[in-house]
């Protein structure tokens, strides 16, 4: 079943692509738990660069596609072998109650399992060069107009209004 089903706004990542990547082969950068909803995003690499990518991040010599997937109304997760980042595969799948899915990432470095609302928002995204470390702590470059005005890289985790909406 194709992921694109189940987001509600895959406008930035199909004007990227052409199409919405498959989400295998991400890297989970981080997972954030957030009780009110109560909500999970995870922040992830996307498995390749686009090939009409915006002039600008070519330019910049950016080689990673980045966003957050959010998650609403999380019951029943489990969260196990936390190593970041962590490489693997993220499978969306309808579950028994109507409008619910199961949600699971298996990996190197993190095994993930929840259920959900079917309506995962995609948000953030952004590019930037893969540091030789691995690190994404460098400069980014964000699609949406409020995110590049207020960001030109990752803010620190306690930015409340970047990691948790």
């Given at each position: 079943?194709?992921?694109?089903?189940?987001?509600?706004?895959?406008?930035?990542?199909?004007?990227?692509?052409?199409?919405?990547?498959?989400?295998?082969?991400?890297?989970?950068?981080s997972v954030n738990l957030n009780w009110?909803?109560?909500?999970?995003?995870?922040?992830?690499?996307?498995?390749?660069?686009?090939?009409?990518?915006?002039?600008?991040?070519?330019?910049?010599?950016?080689?990673?596609?980045?966003?957050?997937?959010?998650?609403?109304?999380?019951?029943?997760?489990?969260?196990?072998?936390?190593?970041?980042?962590?490489?693997?595969?993220?499978?969306?799948?309808?579950?028994?109650?109507?409008?619910?899915?199961?949600?699971?990432?298996?990996?190197?470095?993190?095994?993930?399992?929840?259920?959900?609302?079917?309506?995962?928002?995609?948000?953030?995204?952004?590019?930037?060069?893969?540091?030789?470390?691995?690190?994404?702590?460098?400069?980014?470059?964000?699609?949406?107009?409020?995110?590049?005005?207020?960001?030109?890289?990752?803010?620190?985790?306690?930015?409340?209004?970047?990691?948790?909406?």
């Amino acid at each position: 079943m194709t992921v694109e089903k189940f987001l509600v706004n895959p406008e930035d990542l199909r004007s990227l692509y052409g199409r919405i990547p498959r989400l295998a082969g991400i890297r989970v950068r981080s997972v954030n738990l957030n009780w009110r909803g109560p909500t999970v995003t995870l922040r992830v690499d996307l498995p390749s660069f686009p090939e009409s990518a915006p002039r600008e991040w070519v330019d910049a010599g950016f080689d990673t596609v980045q966003c957050q997937f959010q998650f609403l109304a999380v019951e029943r997760i489990s969260l196990a072998d936390w190593t970041p980042p962590a490489l693997g595969g993220l499978e969306m799948a309808p579950h028994g109650i109507e409008r619910r899915m199961r949600v699971a990432f298996r990996g190197d470095g993190l095994s993930l399992e929840f259920d959900c609302s079917e309506s995962v928002r995609v948000g953030h995204v952004s590019a930037f060069k893969t540091a030789e470390n691995g690190l994404d702590d460098g400069g980014h470059l964000f699609m949406s107009r409020i995110d590049a005005r207020r960001h030109s890289s990752l803010p620190g985790t306690q930015d409340r209004t970047f990691y948790e909406r």
